[in-house]
């Protein structure tokens, strides 16, 4: 009988206690284990390299997303760092995109600074994309889809052939969508990344990460690069990641269908140059969204008339969403990209990546969603009376 992964998503690890039959895994807080004999290495020796609770997750990971292996990182920047030491030789060509997470941005550039490798910046969107990259002719190739904060869409099937056919790896961060939104190794990706600090968790109280590999050799390289940099998480995370995943399904459909109804609710108030999410026909990727993606996703990025003024009557009297970085928890959360998740760009970079003063993002919570929409539209018609007034 074939169990569909999300299925094994939220029994991962139930009843696999050989002690007591636990229905729920135990978490293994101890840092090493003992050997049999002088010869007799048990399948964990030391935590950093292996963890009983943490391979529960990464087994269930990688078993979401399709992939040979997985390994679990101390956070999403921690399964970047992995990958960028696994699969990046000295003097290779990395094309990033020209929007990607801040913190990703600013790991890149650093390191291209130091010499590490050669950096290309590039608009990873549209019909030409592909041709910019077979151009560029890179080692890897590093693809955030939907894009943040202005939810732009790759197209990881044509990228990943043109990355191909010049020998390059194709790494896809996944944060955004989940692997029950959207499966990149099916589309031709070598790794999938995650900060599983978002969805995946979802609960916004652990901060993680993970990479999950397409091929066992691949798997087997993040796996001795995770280790040998110590970046492995530890198990109480492991074990509240496990314990998110089971309602990962459940989640991501409530955050979708609010997300939906707020773009719909907002799209076209006076106070908005434009409202970017997937979902609405207007979005110029909506087309490929439909094909690439089973869902547009959890988050809504507003643009408000009067820049920084304009963001701060909205924000003044807001009760459901807090202002706060991160995204993918239960709880609704907006955020202001240009000074607070993207402040690590320099504002030329956040210019060229579409940022503006005006830039909202949302992540809509699980929530009632005519509470979401009245709250945002009584926040809009305070930005709209402060520009009139
Ligand atoms: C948050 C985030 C990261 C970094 O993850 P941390 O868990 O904060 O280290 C990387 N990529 C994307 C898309 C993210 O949203």
Same mark, same amino acid.
């Given at each position: ?167 390059? =790896?194709?790494? *896809? ?6 692997? !029950?939104?959207?499966?990149? +190794?099916?589309? #031709?990706? /070598?790794? $999938? ?94 087309? =490929?969204?439909? *094909? ?6 959890? !988050?809504?990025?507003?643009? +408000?008339?009067? #820049?920084? /003024?304009? $963001? ?78």
């Amino acid at each position: 009988m074939e169990i569909s992964p999300t299925t094994r998503a939220v029994r991962a690890g139930i009843e696999a206690d050989t002690a007591h039959a636990s229905v729920v895994p135990p978490i293994y807080l101890s840092t090493n284990y003992a050997f049999a004999g002088i010869d007799g290495k048990r399948a964990f020796d030391y935590s950093r390299s292996g963890n009983p609770t943490r391979a529960i997750l990464a087994g269930a990971l990688a078993d979401l997303e399709g992939g040979a292996g997985a390994v679990v990182t101390a956070s999403g920047m921690g399964a970047v760092a992995t990958c960028l030491h696994a699969f990046v030789p000295a003097g290779a060509t990395v094309v990033v995109p020209h929007d990607c997470y801040g913190g990703s941005w600013r790991l890149f550039d650093a390191l291209a600074r130091k010499g590490q490798f050669d950096l290309r910046i590039c608009d990873l969107t549209g019909p030409d994309a592909a041709a910019r990259v077979a151009a560029a002719a890179p080692d890897l190739v590093w693809i955030e889809t939907p894009s943040n904060p202005l939810l732009r869409l790759t197209d990881i099937k044509a990228i990943s052939d043109a990355a191909h056919a010049s020998g390059g =790896l194709v790494v *896809v961060d996944n944060t955004f969508c989940s692997p !029950i939104l959207q499966r990149p +190794l099916a589309l #031709g990706a /070598d790794v $999938v990344v995650h900060s599983t600090t978002k969805y995946l968790n979802g609960h916004s109280d652990v901060i993680g990460g993970a990479v999950v590999a397409s091929t066992p050799e691949l798997a087997e390289q993040v796996d001795w690069w995770s280790n040998s940099l110590g970046v492995t998480g530890g198990a109480l995370d492991s074990y509240l990641t496990l314990r998110g995943l089971r309602t990962l399904e459940l989640r991501m459909a409530k955050h979708v269908a609010n997300a939906s109804a707020i773009a719909d609710a907002v799209a076209g108030h006076p106070a908005l140059v434009a409202v970017h999410y997937p979902g609405l026909a207007s979005h110029p990727d909506h087309a =490929l969204a439909a *094909v690439q993606q089973s869902g547009p996703g959890g !988050i809504v990025t507003l643009d +408000l008339r009067g #820049g920084t /003024d304009g $963001v701060r009557a909205f924000l003044d009297g807001l009760t459901c969403f807090s202002l706060a970085e991160s995204l993918g928890g239960v709880e609704s959360l907006v955020a202001h990209p240009a000074s607070m998740t993207h402040v690590a760009m320099p504002p030329a970079v956040q210019d060229a990546a579409g940022i503006t003063a005006g830039m909202l993002r949302l992540s809509v919570g699980i929530e009632d969603a005519a509470d979401l929409v009245a709250d945002l539209v009584r926040g809009l018609d305070r930005t709209a009376r402060s520009l009139s007034g």
